[in-house]
DNA sequence: GTCAAACGTTTGTCTTGGACATTTACAAAA
DNA sequence: TTTTGTAAATGTCCAAGACAAACGTTTGAC
């Protein structure tokens, strides 16, 4: 994920840093790569939609180069939010900023959060790091592995996502939630690792595809479960899976898909990769983007939750049970 | 995006999903997009090298988009990486990719790896994961964490990553790696942890730098000594780092940066960083690209080896003792 | 009423070649 | 030695056009 703030001071050129700026003017003018790293479009789509919606209408400097105001790229960074819940630029480009939030908040809903979660974003904004290790640490001690995933950290980073999107944190506070639980479920895994037992499952994410602490989730859900794991971390290329699905002789291929994900893409990934994939070997996909999937799919398992991960083990042990 | 129907196979397409590849040629076909990513070459520069040096010679598809074959691929990471040990492109492109590759282990010696290094590379080549886990488990009990680190995670890291940029690594075996040591060192941090103890360290780096097992090497030090980390992980644009520090009221912060980072942008980075820092806050900036800079920074410390920072915690709590 | 195939629209990426800003390398002057 | 200047090198940006892929909607079948 990327940036929240609106007013980002420097960053004038492309390599992100502050341009000496030779003639003192404003630092919060971005060149078209710092708008780029700032908005996430890519120079192409920006440039497509200036001619297209002409919108964004960046200033030019004396060489005639784009330099987008930070009202605009406050804009564009909205709507690349919204197109990212599913919005089509076409249809939003055209609101006021205002506009695009309010479009953003309301089909959340607010109040969705329970007290525990709430108290926990609290002590992310107030930056109380050793309070919010401690508090982190004794729910995983109260509730256990399994019930703090899927009662506390799934709920918490979601509405950390949330929040970060609209615009209620800061990036380095997103950031520094999601290196604790990273802390905290690394632990977590190492010392309920058991050895070898199948099924052994290899854990990844395809290309694009960055949210680590969901791989993370999964992870431990399945350790608790006693299987083996062999976690790639994201991002890995779907013949690089099928490669290293049979280098490390994995039962079972796992793959994450955040909301973020275009379905449509995920559909298509999973069919080619289960394509590509000895039959012998599952295909299971996970993740709130799947979970918004409709059709199933033909010999891939969709996980429309982490709780399902245990019923999964124990079917797999039941199929191959006296391998 | 995607071209699917192209015949192009592996990460050919944007999103990284294989095209079905009906006329199954090579799964190793790359378009300009896949290209860039598997490079690290924008494709404005693949295109204009293409005009200017006539390498590299991408075939085309149907509809006259470029096709990077795996050789030339390969060639252009190692004229990559070279460039990023300071080469020049116009020297080199000519070279064949043999004599990139003696350009490139010669000076750093290819036989600099010891015995162990060497067995611990095998293991991870030959997907031995148990094996690895236990081996690595093992050096860090004997070694200590700080020995364990380098001595044997920061050359065996450099090894990996060489290996992977002279093709003889997959993707996914650099990511098992990566995955392991994280665990590994995330383990050991959490453990060693002490509370509250100054110097407030703040640990991240800027945009573009993803380097993880640095941060997380320099991490693993600072705890040693008893200092307190606040890690924000990777890739935090700059303004950020400054309102971090602050709402953490971190006594230093610390920036890493991987041999990739460009020594340049590293320099006006850290100078402009230091700008907008509050001048009772430490800057210090480590990692093999702080290494090669020849001048130093005002206000800055460059860190250029991982044994320095015991004694650079020490100095601070010498020259901050009564508080 | 549900599913699926077929169509039009929308949207993003790729193409070319030119222009020029920014670096770097090297030589001359202080 | 350090500084300053200049030429060569290298990368980024621009423009407009083309078109494939994604999306949504309508149509047709069961």
């Given at each position: 994920?990327?940036?929240?703030?609106?007013?980002?001071?420097?960053?004038?050129?492309?390599?992100?840093?502050?341009?000496?700026?030779?003639?003192?003017?404003?630092?919060?003018l971005?060149?078209?790569?710092?708008?780029?790293?700032?908005?996430?479009?890519?120079?192409d789509?920006?440039?497509?939609?200036?001619?297209?919606?002409?919108?964004?209408?960046?200033?030019?400097?004396?060489?005639?180069?784009?330099?987008?105001?930070?009202?605009?790229?406050?804009?564009?960074?909205?709507?690349?939010?919204?197109?990212?819940?599913?919005?089509?630029?076409?249809?939003?480009?055209?609101?006021?900023?205002?506009?695009?939030?309010?479009?953003?908040?309301?089909?959340?809903?607010?109040?969705?959060?329970?007290?525990?979660?709430?108290?926990?974003l609290?002590?992310?904004?107030?930056?109380?790091l050793?309070?919010?290790?401690?508090?982190?640490?004794?729910?995983?001690?109260r509730?256990?592995?399994?019930?703090?995933?899927?009662?506390?950290?799934?709920?918490?980073?979601t509405?950390?996502?949330?929040?970060?999107?609209?615009?209620?944190?800061?990036?380095?506070?997103?950031?520094?939630?999601?290196?604790q639980?990273?802390?905290l479920?690394?632990?977590?895994?190492?010392?309920?690792?058991?050895?070898?037992?199948?099924?052994?499952?290899?854990?990844?994410?395809?290309?694009?595809?960055?949210?680590?602490?969901?791989?993370?989730?999964?992870?431990?859900?399945?350790v608790?479960?006693?299987?083996?794991?062999?976690?790639?971390?994201?991002?890995?290329?779907?013949?690089?899976?099928?490669?290293?699905?049979?280098?490390?002789r994995?039962?079972?291929?796992?793959?994450?898909?955040?909301?973020?994900?275009?379905?449509?893409?995920?559909g298509?990934?999973?069919?080619?990769l289960?394509?590509?994939?000895?039959?012998?070997?599952?295909?299971?996909?996970?993740?709130?983007?799947?979970?918004?999937?409709?059709?199933?799919?033909?010999?891939?398992?969709?996980?429309?939750?982490?709780?399902?991960?245990?019923?999964?083990?124990?079917?797999?042990?039941a199929?191959?049970?006296?391998?």
């Amino acid at each position: 994920m990327d940036k929240t703030e609106v007013a980002v001071p420097d960053r004038a050129n492309p390599k992100g840093f502050v341009a000496p700026a030779p003639n003192a003017n404003d630092a919060t003018l971005l060149s078209i790569s710092a708008a780029e790293r700032d908005t996430g479009l890519s120079k192409d789509v920006l440039r497509m939609w200036e001619r297209r919606y002409r919108f964004p209408k960046p200033l030019r400097d004396k060489h005639d180069e784009r330099i987008y105001p930070p009202d605009q790229v406050a804009k564009l960074r909205a709507i690349k939010r919204l197109m990212d819940r599913g919005f089509r630029p076409g249809k939003i480009i055209g609101l006021s900023l205002d506009d695009l939030n309010a479009l953003g908040s309301a089909p959340t809903g607010g109040p969705t959060h329970d007290s525990k979660v709430e108290a926990i974003l609290l002590l992310i904004r107030n930056h109380q790091l050793p309070e919010l290790r401690q508090r982190l640490n004794q729910l995983l001690m109260r509730q256990g592995l399994q019930r703090f995933i899927f009662e506390t950290v799934a709920p918490l980073t979601t509405a950390v996502g949330d929040a970060w999107v609209r615009g209620e944190f800061a990036v380095f506070e997103e950031h520094l939630y999601t290196e604790q639980i990273q802390s905290l479920l690394r632990n977590a895994i190492a010392s309920a690792q058991t050895h070898n037992k199948p099924p052994r499952v290899l854990l990844t994410s395809f290309p694009t595809e960055q949210h680590k602490l969901g791989l993370l989730m999964v992870e431990a859900m399945l350790v608790v479960d006693g299987a083996t794991c062999i976690p790639l971390g994201t991002e890995i290329p779907a013949p690089e899976i099928v490669r290293a699905s049979a280098a490390h002789r994995a039962d079972v291929v796992a793959l994450s898909f955040s909301a973020a994900y275009p379905e449509r893409q995920a559909g298509t990934g999973l069919r080619h990769l289960r394509a590509h994939l000895p039959r012998e070997v599952d295909l299971w996909a996970g993740g709130a983007c799947v979970r918004r999937l409709r059709k199933s799919i033909d010999g891939v398992v969709l996980v429309r939750s982490l709780e399902q991960i245990g019923t999964l083990v124990a079917d797999w042990r039941a199929a191959h049970g006296e391998e």
